[in-house]
């Protein structure tokens, strides 16, 4: 059975504090995806990596950084939380073009 | 970029059919897919199409015309439990390695 996992449900930070938040998938998939969720807005892509040590940015990467040491990890950073960063943050991996998606159960954060 | 439309709610009764429309640039597509999003948790793939024609799958069914721009997903004989966010997502030739663009999703209420 396929599995996403992500290190928090629910996460509470201080403004400037820094955040790590971690995705573990357990499929070999080559690519990773990090997108926020907000109400109205649909899910955006932050970052995502098609490969170890490779980082691509997506629509929305200010604030954000990502880290790929691992095939099965994709760690998205932020360097200092701010409170326009409150969201529901979903990681999601993928074998390759044409093929689904499969998503982790996001991790809500609210920075305070 | 892609802009992906689709109703923001549909409100539908148990036991009768829900069709959600999604329309799209058509320049640059190669495949679109569904997925469904209950509350507070992880999208999860519903189907996909990349040819003109009609994807039957149990009470689910999806709708693509590649030359209209426009997909459709149609939920027959709608259960309580089908009460959930239904996400368009857009796969683009300019895009690789499984990058999607997501519509902002239809809420679908499915009322006793």
């Known amino acids: 059975d396929v599995k996403v996992t992500q290190s928090s449900r629910y996460l509470v930070k201080r403004t400037g504090e820094k955040v790590f938040l971690e995705c573990v998938q357990d499929?070999?998939?080559?690519?990773m995806f990090w997108y926020r969720q907000d109400p109205g807005l649909g899910l955006r892509l932050i970052y995502f990596?098609?490969?170890?040590?490779?980082?691509e940015k997506g629509d929305i990467p200010e604030g954000y950084s990502v880290s790929r040491e691992k095939k099965e990890r994709f760690s998205l950073i932020l360097e200092s939380a701010s409170t326009n960063q409150t969201s529901m943050y979903l990681c999601?991996?993928?074998?390759?073009?044409?093929?689904?998606?499969?998503f982790g159960p996001g991790t809500r954060l609210l920075v305070l | 970029g892609q802009n992906i439309d689709q109703p923001t709610e549909m409100t539908a009764t148990e036991g009768a059919i829900v069709q959600i429309n999604c329309t799209y640039q058509?320049?640059?597509?190669?495949?679109l897919f569904w997925y469904q999003q209950h509350a507070g948790e992880a999208p999860t793939f519903l189907s996909y199409n990349v040819l003109d024609g009609l994807e039957e799958k149990g009470r689910f069914s999806s709708f693509l015309s590649r030359s209209k721009g426009y997909s459709y997903l149609l939920l027959k004989e709608l259960q309580m439990k089908d009460s959930a966010s239904y996400l368009c997502?857009?796969?683009?030739?300019?895009?690789?390695?499984?990058?999607?663009?997501f519509g902002a999703g239809t809420q679908v209420v499915v009322t006793p």
């Open positions: 999601a991996s993928t074998r390759g073009n044409q093929e689904t998606q499969y």
């Open positions: 997502a857009v796969l683009m030739t300019t895009d690789s390695w499984g990058k999607l663009q």
């Open positions: 499929m070999d998939h080559e690519n």
């Open positions: 990596s098609y490969d170890v040590k490779m980082k």
């Open positions: 058509t320049s640059g597509f190669n495949g």
